[in-house]
């Protein structure tokens, strides 16, 4: 036998050896041997491994302390999405969850005589850690990511290999070929307090707590970092699993253990929501002891079966739910209030308190909202505060110890010019509208009135530009705004469409190839959906389903810039106070300017008509309602239309004309000619219907059939992952159609397009008998709709 044959031998009988004490210490808490002996293991390896550097592998307990600095994190789009879980706070919520969930699996009620059928849970503690995916094929580990936003994570592959209880290869056997896990990966109280004691020892800042330190650790560039830091991992989970796993929650957790995966030491089942309340309350009981920390329960129904039946909602699934602890307060010293500025202006109220421990975390800043807010808290510089934390709740200050405020507590002052450039600040007004007249008093916001020359705003508005859902510039984040604000290189959103290549690559953290992607995805975005480029002007009041109705409707942006507040309110969900910021935006020189300098640069995609459902959608009756003459109700407007048939015949009425129309009263007559007597009222009644006439939404305009769009009133589902498109490409491209597209399956879903990876949507679809289209089938269906 060659020396190379014992070495190999020997490696892989230490290999193994290693694997099972790692096993025993963090899986099973049953460690073998002492440490001491783990380490003399441990450094013959490394030893032999120094000797055969050809000999190493992958899946060597040496490969952990990580290799070289990665530049940046790529990006992993989740098969199947990381979803958040719904909250309980009250016991209540508890048992309202508990309650959706029977009816939802069709269970016996209680009556007089009973407590109706009991459903099985699986509680486990919710760790305050990072919710990270594992993916491993044919037992070997090959990919982590975080959660990110459900949809698409950072990959920390990396890093995950350095985390000593995650296993590099899966133990046993009987795994499926693909195997996705999903866990927390968090720092144990223990370990966190150990690292700030060396972070201040070496001069450091010490890390606010466990979470942020595991967050922190997890996205270092440097693999050499993470491994240093004391992380652990659990595992809560599954994602994709390509072959059979066992039919109960808690059966699949406790298969990830023989095979290596850490799970909670906490996991227990419980019969019905009143075992459950009783798990809470122990657990909370002894949550002070625990080695970690955690912020409440996690309770999920056990049976694989059932939830697919019970399937998804929105962003989070319908059969599990995270009851959280009750938040807890502590008292501190305000030492100072502090003034931030927020995207549209708003000067915000920070207060910056003593550092204290709330619920875990150290909390040394809170917000304040607003001034009406400081007013009511009665708060003042140097007063004992209140302070209260939720889960991941900003710190808020719920109130003072007015018995302690010392002689000289200074009152709170808004500035009266912009802390970041120096513009006035003015309060905002509040302008409530009702029959024929306008009452204004003041807002509870002070705005900064630098707009896009105050950097602050500027900053804000950018980041709000270049997001996933507005203009979707990958590489844009935060800082690097920040840096070209700083640097004067962009003073307005249309500036980062002449950004040069010099200009880019001496930004800190760039080089060529990072340089060459931002303006490759810059360039990406000279493209964008009218909806899109409506949200990421960043309009107040108007989020991404009001862009893309006001996209739908109108059809063009030209229409949208010109369309008066009244017009807008013939949209669905658009109330006179959001058209009229929609209105001012748009009629404002300063916006108007930098929307030309945009579109020298972009080229709105799905421009065209006004929307076949609003052609001829306005009556003459709605338009006297909106225009809110006093006296006139519904049915006295319905009897003029009748009478008069025209807006201008029912503008030139004299007296006598209106006292023939049939039940409308003399108060009512003198109103209406009142309110046409002023010229004003008679030119915005004139000009709404001439807009109205322009758009095609006039009562005499030629009517257009709606129902003309070939997926109108129907539902669609997307799940897994689409090649030739995004999801959220693919959801628009299905909307454009007239379909809406749905987050969860049920017996009224039309169809579901599945990709890779689709999970339970599709075996809930499978299971109701939905059509369902795999990609090739929904392009070719795509095509053929279009035309």
């Not at 060659?2 to 025993?24: F, V």
């Not at 999405?81 to 969850?97: I, R, T, V, Y």
């Not at 962003?315 to 502090?338: G, M």
């Amino acid at each position: 036998m060659t020396d190379a044959q014992t070495a190999a031998e020997r490696l892989a009988a230490l290999r193994s050896e290693i694997d099972a004490h790692n096993y025993r210490y963090y899986v099973l808490d049953e460690p073998t041997v002492p440490d001491a002996e783990y380490d003399r293991l441990f450094r013959e390896l490394q030893a032999l491994e120094a000797e055969h550097p050809e000999l190493v592998t992958p899946e060597s307990p040496t490969q952990r302390v990580g290799g070289e600095a990665l530049a940046a994190f790529g990006q992993v789009r989740h098969e199947i999405p990381m979803l958040s879980l719904g909250n309980a706070f009250e016991e209540q919520d508890l048992l309202d969850f508990d309650r959706r969930v029977r009816e939802g699996l069709d269970l016996p009620a209680g009556d007089l005589f009973g407590g109706g059928a009991e459903v099985d849970y699986s509680c486990e503690p919710k760790l305050d850690g990072l919710a990270v995916s594992l993916l491993y094929e044919n037992g070997v580990l090959v990919r982590g990511a975080t959660r990110g936003d459900g949809s698409v994570g950072e990959d920390i592959s990396a890093n995950v290999r350095t985390v000593r209880n995650i296993p590099l290869k899966l133990h046993g056997e009987g795994w499926p070929a693909v195997l996705e896990v999903r866990g927390e990966i968090y720092m144990p109280k223990a370990g966190f307090e150990a690292l700030n004691a060396r972070q201040l020892e070496s001069g450091g800042k010490p890390f606010a707590n466990p979470r942020n330190a595991a967050a922190g650790s997890l996205r270092q560039l440097d693999p050499k970092i993470t491994a240093s830091r004391p992380l652990e991992f659990c595992t809560y989970g599954v994602g994709r699993c390509d072959g059979e796993l066992p039919g109960t929650h808690i059966e699949i957790l406790h298969a990830f253990k023989r095979w290596g995966l850490p799970i909670s030491r906490e996991l227990k089942r419980a019969k019905g929501v009143a075992e459950c309340r009783a798990y809470y309350d122990d657990i909370g009981a002894r949550r002070d002891g625990l080695a970690y920390e955690i912020d409440g329960v996690v309770f999920k129904v056990n049976a694989i079966a059932q939830q697919r039946e019970l399937g998804f909602r929105a962003r989070e699934p319908r059969w599990a739910i995270a009851h959280k602890f009750p938040a807890r307060e502590e008292l501190t010293e305000l030492l100072d209030v502090e003034f931030q500025v927020g995207r549209t202006g708003a000067i915000t109220p920070v207060a910056r308190l003593k550092p204290v421990q709330v619920a875990g975390v150290t909390v040394s800043n809170a917000t304040l909202h607003n001034m009406d807010e400081v007013a009511r808290l009665g708060v003042m510089i140097g007063d004992t505060v209140i302070v209260r934390r939720a889960g991941d709740v900003i710190p808020q200050i719920l109130g003072i110890i007015a018995e302690r405020r010392p002689a000289d507590a200074r009152a709170v002052h808004v500035p009266e010019q912009c802390p970041v450039c120096g513009s006035a600040v003015e309060r905002t007004q509040l302008i409530k509208r009702g029959k024929g007249r306008e009452s204004v008093s003041e807002g509870a916001v002070y705005r900064c009135i630098g707009r896009l020359s105050c950097r602050a705003q500027l900053k804000q508005a950018i980041i709000h530009f270049v997001s996933r859902r507005a203009m979707d510039i990958d590489g844009l984040g935060d800082k690097i705004v920040e840096q070209l604000v700083d640097r004067g290189l962009v003073n307005s959103p249309a500036d980062l469409y002449t950004l040069a290549y010099e200009q880019i690559i001496v930004l800190d953290g760039f080089a060529d190839l990072s340089t060459r992607n931002l303006l490759a995805a810059i360039e990406h975005s000279r493209t964008p959906t009218l909806a899109r480029f409506i949200y990421a002007l960043g309009i107040p009041d108007v989020g991404e389903e009001t862009a893309k109705l006001l996209a739908r409707a109108l059809g063009s942006l030209a229409r949208i810039q010109v369309a008066l507040p009244e017009v807008l309110t013939w949209l669905p969900d658009v109330g006179l106070e959001v058209a009229h910021e929609i209105s001012h935006f748009f009629l404002d020189e300063h916006n108007r300017q930098v929307i030309a300098r945009l579109l020298e640069h972009v080229q709105l995609q799905g421009e065209g008509e006004l929307h076949a459902e609003f052609a001829a959608c306005a009556t003459l009756p709605e338009l006297l309602g909106k225009l809110n003459i006093p006296h006139i109700a519904v049915t006295g407007a319905q009897k003029l239309a009748d009478r008069f048939g025209s807006l201008e015949a029912i503008i030139t009425a004299d007296w006598l004309d209106l006292r023939q129309v049939e039940r409308l009263t003399e108060k009512a007559a003198r109103s209406l000619r009142e309110f046409f007597d002023q010229p004003g009222n008679v030119e915005r009644a004139r000009a709404i219907e001439a807009q109205l006439r322009a758009f095609g939404m006039h009562w005499e305009s030629e009517r257009q059939q709606a129902a003309g769009l070939p997926l109108a009133g129907q539902t669609w589902v997307l799940t897994g992952t689409l090649e030739s498109m995004s999801r959220e490409q693919g959801k628009e491209r299905l909307e454009g159609l007239g379909a809406k597209v749905a987050g969860s399956v049920s017996a009224k879903t039309t169809a579901v397009v599945a990709g890779p990876g689709a999970g339970s949507k599709l075996a809930k679809a499978t299971e109701l008998g939905v059509k369902v289209l795999d990609e090739e089938a929904f392009l070719a269906a795509l095509a053929q709709l279009n035309g």
